[in-house]
């Protein structure tokens, strides 16, 4: 096959979990690397380590030390590289293994959600030139003052996007224990299909609606620096899904790529706030200021009696403490009460052009009508319809949505048709 740039390939934490699976992932690296210039492996911690050392951490102290914690939870990766390197000798290649701070990853000091400032990859295109398989650690860097931080959960997405943009490498592949991405959870919908093409843009909706492929953070940073990634199973040879520029299809139809389920947010609704300027702005700082997410704020329009509600959707873990704090600014502005809502999930449809089309909201209003479901909050853009509804109806509104705008039917056509459906 004819020489390719460099590639930059990630294995996750499931695609190195144990010795046989590192051994069948250097493999591949190693099969990369008769092809490519060049190829840098970013590799996870193995299976739920992370999780595991996380627990251990818990085990020694009631509130870990943010840095300890950071020194702990950066060995993972650690153990996979140097397994990794090893692998790939085994298999007859030249390798050598980098830690986030030996590989250049210079990152700011927030410990354990730290931000990558800049990469200087010295080292690695030194190691690449001699003609090694470069392994680095993937979720770490290190601060101005040489200590050891990490990038936030799934942050190897992040690593091997930053490096194949500094790198300029032709593409990222993300090695998962999925095929791709699919237009809904087959787990959920069984004659869910897999895309073979989909935009930065329809792919970060996806992330930010409960998608567990890849870390949203990774993939705003692919968009930013036109990183094409490719992402696929490391246990078939199959080709998956390819992340990309926006731009083929048709221009103005309006079209549904894929679906998304979240089931892991609750909604809190500060209840009766007065109507008057200011208190839409407090509310969400007194959660902004405690770092808390928020997704779908909707503000009610004021009642007769001056006032009105305020509902959001926030993740699970922390939600008692975000109820707290909103308690405590209730009574100051003179809100009536805070309620949080367990047992509801987030269904979102991704695609393009819904501002336009207002049908596609129509349709997806209409098919949970039909199924009897209620609607408790719709938010909407033009590259998403979301409705929160109860728990314990979504996976069957997740079914018949999926049904209703054809996303099952078998691909025809030339592949670049192929991906899009019009509506
Ligand atoms: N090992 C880290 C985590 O589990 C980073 C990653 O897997 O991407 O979050
Ligand atoms: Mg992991």
């Known amino acids: 096959m004819k020489a390719r740039g460099l590639v930059v390939m990630k294995f996750g934490g499931t695609s190195v979990a144990d010795p046989e699976k590192i051994l069948r992932a250097a493999e591949r690296a190693v099969q990369a690397r008769r092809r490519a210039r060049g190829v840098v492996v970013v590799v996870s911690a193995p299976g739920e380590m992370t999780d595991e050392l996380i627990g251990l951490a818990h085990r020694v102290s009631r509130d870990p030390d943010a840095r300890e914690l950071d020194a702990l939870l950066a060995t993972g990766e650690q153990m996979s590289i140097a397994l990794f ?5 085994s298999h007859g290649a030249r390798a050598i293994s980098l830690t986030g701070p030996q590989a250049g990853i210079l990152a ?19 190691e690449l030139a001699s003609g090694k398989i470069v392994a680095v650690a993937g979720f770490q860097g290190v601060n101005a003052a040489a200590d050891v931080t990490t990038l936030g959960r799934g942050g190897s997405d992040l690593t091997a996007v930053a490096l194949a943009a500094v790198l300029k490498a032709s593409h990222c592949e993300i090695f998962t224990d999925v095929k791709g991405v699919y237009t809904a ?19 970060l909706e996806l992330a930010g609606a409960g998608s567990q492929v890849m870390q949203a953070r990774s993939i705003d940073l692919a968009h930013r620096y036109g990183v094409r990634i490719h992402v696929r199973s490391s246990f078939k040879p199959a080709p998956g899904t390819w992340i990309e520029k926006a731009g083929e299809g048709p221009m103005e139809e309006a079209t549904v790529t894929s679906l998304a389920l979240d089931k892991g947010e609750v909604r809190l609704t500060v209840v009766e706030v007065p109507d008057k300027p200011g208190v839409a702005a407090r509310v969400i700082a007194e959660l902004a200021e405690r770092d808390i997410s928020v997704d779908m704020i909707v503000q009610s329009a004021p009642t007769h009696a001056g006032v009105n509600d305020i509902s959001l959707m926030t993740p699970r873990p922390g939600a008692e403490a975000a109820k707290a704090a909103l308690e405590t600014l209730s009574r100051s502005i003179g809100a009536k009460r805070v309620d949080l809502t367990e047992g509801v999930a987030t269904i979102t449809v991704v695609g393009t052009g819904f501002r336009r089309h207002a049908a596609i909201a129509a349709k997806m209003f209409g098919i949970l009508a039909e199924a009897g479901i209620n609607i408790h909050m719709i938010a909407t ?11 314990r109806h979504s996976e069957s509104a997740l079914r018949a949505l999926h049904k209703a705008f054809g996303l099952a039917r078998a691909p025809r056509g030339n592949p670049s048709k192929r991906r899009r459906r019009p509506c």
Do not use: F
């Open 85 to 89: 390197a090893m692998a790939c000798r």
């Open 108 to 126: 700011d000091e927030r410990h354990t959600r730290s931000r990558i400032l800049e990469i200087r990859p010295r080292k690695i295109l030194q």
């Open 185 to 203: 959870d087959p787990r959920i919908v069984p004659d869910a299909r897999k895309i073979a093409r989909i935009s930065y843009e329809e792919m």
């Open 381 to 391: 853009s033009d590259l998403k319809l979301c409705c929160v509804v109860d728990s």
